[in-house]
């Protein structure tokens, strides 16, 4: 069983950046896909990035490219997500999630931590 919390959500003035993390316990990261979601009161969940267990490939959803970067640290045990030249419509709840498939939907993903909430200020 793998636990994940997120972390580094927070109000921001649009424009501006935060870094989340997603830190796991219980087993290690090594060998997952790492991906970061959000999620809307009444939406779906939406795909934004993902990182492969190595590290050596990312994928990335159109609405984020290029303000968002997915890394990850297995020596600590942890994915980040650099979120950069932040908008309004980026507040919602943002989630961390890992499995086995470099995929951009969430069924793929086993594991999802409770989410960070991020607030964007116009």
């Known amino acids: 069983q793998v636990h994940l919390a997120e972390s580094g959500g927070g109000l921001v003035q649009a424009g501006g950046s935060l870094r989340l993390s997603c830190a796991a316990s219980?087993?290690?990261?090594?060998?997952?896909?790492m991906g970061w979601f959000r999620q809307a009161p009444g939406k779906e969940r939406e795909f934004l990035a993902a990182?492969?267990?190595?590290?050596?490939?990312?994928t990335y959803a159109d609405s984020v490219k290029g303000r968002f970067t997915i890394s990850r640290d297995n020596a600590k045990n942890t994915v980040y997500l650099q979120m950069n030249s932040l908008k309004p419509e980026d507040t919602t709840v943002y989630y961390c999630?890992?499995?086995?498939?470099?995929?951009?939907?969430?069924?793929?993903?086993?594991?999802w931590g409770q989410g960070t909430q991020v607030t964007v200020s116009s």
């Open positions: 219980g087993r290690t990261l090594r060998g997952y896909v």
């Open positions: 999630a890992a499995g086995s498939t470099f995929a951009i939907f969430p069924k793929a993903y086993d594991y």
């Open positions: 990182i492969s267990a190595s590290g050596g490939s990312t």
